[in-house]
């Protein structure tokens, strides 16, 4: 093989395109081996180009058929990437047809089938592989497009429009958009339909489209579509801009949902939803997912991206819309610890390893590997940061001129922080650091108190990351109340603004010494470090008027407990579960919120929290503790929580709103922790009776977290074996909550089974994500999990270097470990790294983790 080795894209080697394109027709004649795409493509001199120069095309895995330009045949000068042709100066036409392979795509990016139908996925840089074009998110075009097929349903971006002569599906996109949000869906699908009217008296067509036989499945996807449209006018003014909004569930599909101009494409598993079938987690996911990708219409679509570096300009910014959303539909603060609690999961977790990179990073191998935490989940903290400092209104204010001022362009996070300054009169250029400076800032707290003054000295330091040795202060809001020491709230929410490496604050004329409320809200992504009493904590955790600090004193005395016990051995004492006790039984509080406070912290967050102590985690000692400390709070509070777990138990039909599904979560929670001590009757009668699957689920992991339920297990699969959703669950499941020493093994025998189809990224990530998953049973002593894994992941690559190559973050976490995991996880690395042929998304993203 005579591959060029994969080079660097740099932000600071951008360079605009030198030509613009007044128009796009595409004709596709689809065909499942040879799919024929003939392109018309009308091209001017970019007046903000460099001047004259070859047409330089992206192209990959193409055959060209022919080309020509003004309509003469031309022979342009081909190489795997693209290929480029001389053209005369001023305006021409550029023609081509070329043949594709949808059938034998399993990358699953530009032109793929899915059980038979035809579908398109082109972010990043996917329209590459369906035919020669500038592909680049700054290169914007209006699209017509004509399929010919004999597909019963043929769908593309924009409106529909009258079949041709020859009955033709023709569609016309009247906004200018960048490749990347081109799609063509065909096959036989069968769709569920609705109808808004926008508020300026805009109809408009909503269509969900699935495989014959999901149909009763999409109303609630429907519904949350509805009330995404209402909710983008009313808070954000954005109205819909065409005649059709179309969804497509797809079950081969890398990603959770991909936003296209008017024909969102979406893995089946965040559309269809059935109270049989589907968690009430599905469900949140689903509602949140529609709106994201309803949201992207504005912030991505409308306004898009200059170059792929800015990608947390869309992605930051409509994952804080989507949570804004979430928040609005549920529970504001369960959905603030919810997002906190996948934050420090996924985030902090790759912001302390070999992957960590800047919100905006600033060079990539391949662009696939920066769709991450950090651009998502940090992007929308730094947009959150910002509103927090400016205020609601000037956040409002700033959108409004950013939509107005940016509309149909293509752009920067310097355009974005110049619409806040411009709208503010701030200066944002310390803040802009948070797109700039990657890691979590740490920040310590100390404290001083003297005649009826309180102070707090704030420090922030940020480790080094690969590549930014060094650290400059940032903008740090933090937000703080003050209690007194009979938890009466003698301060309230006061935001300090830390700009300097160290800053004190003061509050005076306090008659008590009183315990601060740190950082409320979570208002800023980083690590506090404060030496806190566990009497403190309890008393935030019982009346903090902050309820994210409530439900964090609660975790802080959990994590501390748990170190605790496993670096002294100490006991579970009985303070921890009393306080919980406190909490459960508040019939104040939201169920949702009760179920949050129960639920343990992870096993990954305790080893992390070893390591930023500087104790080298012992997964199985971790994995013990957690168990010891779940034993403790059953027993002490097995009373409360039978009585919960009776109280709450179905009074009527199942419906998936936010409070019926509060009360089902912590009814779960109860469950889960009384199965640890029971015989299992409780969860196996709730398990028979079941008639939702938050409620068959949620007693299957109980019974199987205890080591039973093998019989439901067997009963679950006879069930549901028809049922790939479903399935998913069946899958991961089982291996998630194996016994440390027995979940390699079962994963082992699970990718054996007959239904384990390896293709489809779905049940990849059920067994070896869920391999992952079981911190314990990943890490068990002897390897053999991670061994298993990296098999996998190398047989997976050659057919889907997307998906292994995020996958492959199963081992970013190696140097967390002692060295003879880290020997272990390292060779599983390094045989990765050695397969013959590894494609260039999983070369580069373990050549990262080995540094
Ligand atoms: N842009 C999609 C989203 O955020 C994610 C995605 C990226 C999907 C790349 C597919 C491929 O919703
Ligand atoms: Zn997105």
């Given at each position: 093989m005579t591959e060029a080795a994969p080079h660097a894209?740099?932000?600071?080697?951008?360079?605009?395109?030198?030509?613009?394109?007044?128009?796009?027709?595409?004709?596709?004649?689809?065909d499942p081996g040879r799919t024929r795409v003939i392109s018309r493509i009308a091209f001017s001199p970019n007046p903000d180009g460099p001047g004259h120069s070859a047409l330089q095309l992206d192209g990959e895995r193409l055959k060209l058929i022919w080309a020509r330009i003004d309509g003469a045949p031309v022979e342009p000068r081909i190489t795997p990437e693209g290929l480029t042709c001389d053209v005369p100066t001023g305006s021409f036409v550029w023609e081509a047809e070329v043949e594709v392979d949808p059938a034998a795509n399993t990358a699953l990016e530009g032109l793929y089938m899915s059980n038979g139908m035809y579908c398109t996925q082109c972010e990043a840089q996917g329209f590459r592989r369906i035919t020669y074009y500038p592909d680049r998110p700054d290169v914007m075009a209006r699209f017509e497009v004509t399929i010919e097929s004999d597909a019963p349903v043929r769908l593309s971006n924009g409106n529909p429009q009258e079949p041709d002569a020859q009955g033709r599906a023709r569609w016309s996109d009247p906004w200018p958009k960048p490749a990347y949000l081109f799609a063509l869906v065909a096959g036989n699908l069968t769709a569920r339909s609705a109808s808004f009217t926008t508020r300026s008296g805009r109809e408009v067509a909503l269509n969900v489209y699935v495989r014959p036989g999901d149909e009763d499945r999409c109303d609630y996807a429907l519904d949350a579509l509805i009330r995404s449209m209402r909710w983008d006018e009313e808070v954000y003014g954005r109205e819909y801009d065409l005649d059709v909004f179309n969804i497509v569930a797809v079950d081969d599909f890398n990603m959770g949902a991909m936003e296209n101009k008017g024909l969102n494409i979406f893995n089946s598993k965040y559309v269809l939803a059935s109270p049989q079938t589907a968690t009430d987690r599905d469900y949140e996911m689903i509602e949140g997912i529609i709106a994201h990708e309803y949201f992207h219409n504005w912030t991505g679509n409308r306004i898009t991206c200059r170059d792929w570096f800015q990608l947390c300009l869309k992605e930051g910014l409509t994952v804080f819309r989507d949570q804004q959303f979430t928040g609005d539909m549920r529970s504001a603060p369960v959905k603030r610890i919810e997002d906190v609690l996948q934050l420090r999961a996924r985030q902090f977790r790759e912001d302390a390893g070999p992957l960590s990179h800047p919100v905006r990073p600033e060079s990539y191998i391949e662009i696939n590997n920066f769709y991450t935490a950090t651009v998502y989940e940090k992007g929308a903290e730094v947009i959150g940061m910002l509103r927090r400092l400016v205020g609601a209104e000037a956040y409002d204010k700033a959108l409004a001129l950013y939509f107005d001022r940016h509309d149909g362009q293509a752009c920067t996070i310097e355009d974005w922080l110049k619409v806040f300054e411009d709208a503010t009169g701030r200066d944002l250029t310390q803040f802009k650091r948070w797109y700039t400076q990657s890691g979590t800032p740490h920040l310590r707290v100390l404290e001083s108190w003297e005649d009826g003054t309180y102070s707090l000295h704030l420090q922030q330091q940020t480790p080094p990351t690969p590549g930014q040795p060094e650290k400059a202060p940032q903008v740090i809001p933090v937000a703080v109340g003050l209690l007194d020491p009979g938890g009466r709230e003698v301060v309230p929410t006061r935001l300090l603004e830390l700009t300097q490496a160290e800053q004190s604050f003061s509050f005076e004329g306090l008659s008590d010494r009183p315990v601060p409320s740190l950082l409320r809200g979570f208002s800023a992504p980083v690590v506090i470090e404060r030496a806190s009493t566990a009497q403190e904590r309890a008393l935030l955790l019982a009346h903090d008027t902050d309820p994210f600090n409530r439900w964090e004193?609660?975790?802080?005395?959990?994590?501390?407990?748990?170190?605790?016990?496993?670096?002294?051995?100490?006991?579970?004492?009985?303070?921890?579960?009393?306080?919980?006790?406190?909490?459960?039984?508040d019939e104040g509080l939201d169920p949702a919120f009760r179920a949050l406070t129960l639920a343990l912290p992870s096993e990954d967050d305790i080893a992390q929290t070893l390591k930023t102590a500087g104790i080298t985690p012992d997964p199985m000692a971790v994995h013990e503790a957690l168990n010891r400390l779940?034993?403790?709070?059953?027993?002490?509070?097995?009373?409360?929580?039978?009585?919960?777990?009776?109280?709450?138990?179905?009074?009527?039909?199942?419906?998936?709103?936010?409070?019926?599904?509060?009360?089902?979560?912590?009814?779960?929670?109860?469950?889960?922790?009384?199965?640890?001590?029971?015989?299992?009757?409780?969860?196996?009668?709730?398990?028979?009776?079941?008639?939702?699957?938050?409620?068959?689920?949620?007693?299957?992991?109980?019974?199987?977290?205890?080591?039973?339920?093998?019989?439901?297990?067997?009963?679950?699969?006879?069930?549901?074996?028809q049922d790939r959703l479903v399935m998913d669950k069946w899958f991961s499941v089982q291996v998630m909550l194996a016994a440390p020493r027995e979940a390699c093994e079962i994963a082992d025998r699970l990718t054996a089974h007959p239904a384990f189809d390896w293709k489809n990224p779905n049940r990849f990530r059920a067994v070896l994500g869920g391999l992952a998953a079981n911190h314990a049973g990943f890490h068990a002593p002897g390897g053999a999990a991670y061994a298993l894994a990296a098999d996998w992941l190398i047989r997976l690559d050659p057919v889907n270097p997307q998906t292994t190559a995020r996958m492959s973050t199963m081992f970013e976490t190696w140097r967390r470990y002692d060295a003879d995991r880290q020997d272990m996880m390292r060779a599983a690395l390094e045989r990765l790294a050695a397969a013959p042929g590894v494609s260039r998304d999983t070369g580069e993203m373990v050549g990262r983790m080995l540094g």
């Open positions: 894209v740099h932000l600071s080697d951008y360079a605009p395109y030198p030509f613009v394109i007044d128009g796009v027709e595409l004709t596709f004649r689809l004193a609660g975790r802080a005395l959990a994590k501390e407990l748990l170190v605790d016990m496993i670096s002294n051995g100490t006991d579970p004492g009985d303070d921890y579960p009393g306080a919980l006790g406190k909490v459960i039984e779940a034993v403790a709070c059953a027993r002490h509070l097995r009373a409360p929580l039978a009585a919960l777990h009776d109280a709450l138990a179905p009074n009527g039909p199942y419906t998936p709103d936010a409070e019926a599904a509060g009360r089902r979560s912590l009814r779960g929670a109860a469950l889960g922790l009384l199965t640890r001590i029971d015989d299992g009757s409780r969860a196996e009668a709730q398990f028979a009776q079941a008639d939702n699957m938050t409620e068959e689920l949620g007693a299957l992991t109980a019974l199987l977290r205890a080591g039973k339920g093998h019989e439901q297990l067997a009963q679950f699969e006879r069930k549901w074996s």
